[in-house]
């Protein structure tokens, strides 16, 4: 069972994850959430303008895998109230799959060695 509660930079701690400035810039400028399973966070993630555009942030702790199909669904319920063009940076495999199960596209684009994805409206 999961739940989702307001993302607090604290519920990284053990994650592998950016500077905890960063993290605050994301907890005060960003609709942000942290999805708690087994009464430990697993998963933080948000929307944040960047580049111009709203872009999909997400970190993912190391036990995140067998909670990943309950991820994805709240992901997908909070993506469905989203409009307009959204991207996601994205740098590993797994990152590219989540991007294409939400339904983003790679595009020719590359930020730092990220691929963007990109979706201009959620299904």
Not at 25 to 32: D, F, G, V
Not at 36 to 42: A, D, E, F, R, V
Not at 94 to 113: C, K, N, W, Y
């Amino acid at each position: 069972m999961t739940e989702v509660r307001p993302f607090e930079p604290k519920h990284t701690f053990g994650m592998k994850s950016a500077d905890m400035d960063l993290l605050h810039n994301l907890a005060t400028k960003s609709e942000s959430y942290t999805i708690i399973g087994n009464n430990k966070p697993i998963a933080c993630g948000g929307v944040i303008d960047l580049y111009n555009n709203q872009t999909l942030w997400i970190i993912f702790s190391e036990g995140a895998g067998k909670y990943m199909l309950s991820i994805m669904r709240h992901a997908k319920r909070w993506l469905r109230g989203k409009s307009g063009k959204m991207i996601a940076l994205v740098g590993t495999h797994e990152g590219a799959r989540m991007a294409e199960i939400l339904g983003m596209t790679p595009s020719e684009m590359q930020v730092d060695g990220a691929v963007v994805y990109e979706v201009v409206k959620w299904n």
